[in-house]
Structures are given as C-alpha cells and as structure tokens.
C-alpha cells in the first residue's frame, strides 16, 4: 500500500518529465516531421522486404501475402510501442559509462520507473501507424471471419505483445550490468526477435523455435494469432487456443526481465566501479 500510494505521488513527476520530452522534440517541426517520415520509411522498406520474397513464391509455411500482413502488422505495432515507450532502454551502456545512471539512484523514485519514463521518442508512432495500416489491409484481404471472439483476441493480443517487447528491452537492459559495451549481443535477440516475429514460425529451424518460441516468446505477438484468426492449424503440436496466452507470455517475459534487472542493480557499483 505503501509503495502504491508512494507511485501515485510521483505520478505528477513522471508526466511532467515526459511532457517535456515531447515538446522538446515538437519545437523543431520541421526535423519532427523528417524524423517521423524516415521512421514511417523504415517499415516500408521491411514490409518490402517481405513482399519481394512473395513476389516470387504463392505461399511460406502456409502463409499467402495477405495472411502475412497480419503477422508483420501485429508484430511492427506491438514492438513499435514498446520501442515507443521504453525503446530508449537498450542505451542503458551510455548512461552507465556517462554515469547518468547514477544520477537516478540520488531520486526517490524507482530506478526502473525513472529509465522507463526518462524519454520517449514520438518518431516511433510513423511505425506505429505503418503497422496500423499493414494490419487493417491484411484483414480485409486476408478474409477473416470475424466473431465475438475473434474481435477480443485481437483487443487483448496487441497490449499483450506490446507488453512482451518492453520486457525484452528492460531484460536487455538489466543484462547491460554484466556485460561490456554489449547492447550488439542483446539486441540481436530483441531486434532480431521482431525480425523473425514477421516471418511464419512453420518454417523457423528449431532452434529459432526454442529462443523466440520459449525463451522470448514472440511467436505470441503476431504469428500464433494470425492463425487464430484465420482458422488456420497451428504447427508444433500445439492446440487452438494457444494464441490466447499471449498474455500468460507477457508475464513470463516481465518475470524474465525484471529478474534480470534486479540481478544486475544488485551488481551494478558505480560509474566507476
């Protein structure tokens, strides 16, 4: 109780921080909308990606173009609002080397709450809306059909997949403590995660399936519920309902992440430590 009421003091701080993020990056208008433009421009340039290979192929695992575009649409939003607010967290070997970090642990509030709400980078909501509109594209063409159920899955698959890449990038963060000048290694399984999260896992080599089907369970945030909404079998063995624990695999990234962070603050001495 302690603790909730102590956050809900520290509301205020958190939004008045960020409040000035956001009209920091507004106040040049004219680099604010380059900015958007060429973020906007990198999710066209995967999605490109993905259509040239169908460009030559009819289907991949099962998948035809149209049904991939409901991968890809729900990977890029979920990942491109997890980039949005907390993205910022793989510089965490920046600010250890610059001793901002340092600077958090002299503030009452949480260490964690303070990186998480330090900026947030308003160029991420051009991905955001690519995605949107992938997604939107995809389900008309793809030829869902659509039920009471179907409409829940997809309200609860997107918060819960967002929620499975801010785990990742925090559980990326906290492994910072530990290693050197090592945001390459663990960015390979986050942005490399939601590289192969755009891809049909039928065709993913198993050892892809162990990492990003267990380990960092990404095949949540677009895959599996791509074909629960199109009714299609899911590989592996695995039931019907499988998409429908996404959410379950968002508590199980969280729980990964935050253990990672607790270990490495317990770790971490100092700047110069």
């Keep these: 109780m302690a603790e909730a ?7 205020p701080a958190y939004r008045a921080v960020l409040a000035s993020r956001i009209r920091a990056q507004r106040s040049y208008s004219t ?5 958007l433009a060429g973020a906007g421009l990198i ?3 995967e999605f490109a ?12 695992g099962g998948l035809t173009l149209a049904s991939v575009m409901l991968v890809f649409g729900l990977a890029e939003i979920s ?3 997890a980039d949005l607010l907390v993205g910022h967290c793989d510089r965490m070997p920046t600010y250890v080397r610059a001793g901002t970090l340092d600077v958090f642990y002299l503030r ?7 990186l998480m709400t330090s900026d947030l980078d308003l160029r991420r909501l051009a991905r955001v809306l690519g995605g949107v509109a992938i997604l939107v594209v995809g389900l008309l063409v793809s030829g869902v059909s659509w039920t009471p159920e179907k409409v829940l899955l997809l309200a609860i698959t997107i918060p819960a997949a967002t929620a499975i890449y801010a785990g990742m990038f925090i559980a990326a963060a906290g492994l910072q403590f530990f290693l050197i000048n090592g945001a390459e290694t663990t960015n390979a399984f986050v942005y490399g995660g939601r590289y192969a999260a755009s891809q049909p896992a039928a ?8 990492v990003f089907g267990l380990v960092f369970p990404v095949v949540f945030t677009g895959y599996l519920p791509a074909l629960a909404l199109l009714d299609l079998p899911v590989p592996f063995g695995a039931p019907s309902w499988v998409a429908w624990l996404t959410p379950v695999a968002a508590v ?11 270990m490495g603050t317990r770790h971490y001495q100092g700047a110069g430590g």
Excluded at 49 to 60: G, K, L, M, T
Excluded at 108 to 114: A, G, H, K, N, R
Excluded at 252 to 262: D, F, H, N, P, S
Aim: neutral net charge.
């Design 5 to 11: 009421s102590t956050l809900r003091a520290d509301l």
């Design 31 to 35: 680099s604010f909308r380059l900015d």
């Design 43 to 45: 999710t066209l340039i």
């Design 49 to 60: 990606e993905v259509w040239v290979i169908f460009h030559q192929v009819d289907a991949i």
């Design 79 to 81: 990942f491109s609002l």
């Design 108 to 114: 009452p509030q949480p260490v964690l709450l303070q």
């Design 203 to 210: 065709v993913w080599p198993r050892s892809l399936v162990l």
């Design 252 to 262: 199980w990234t969280w729980g990964l992440a935050l253990g990672c962070w607790r």
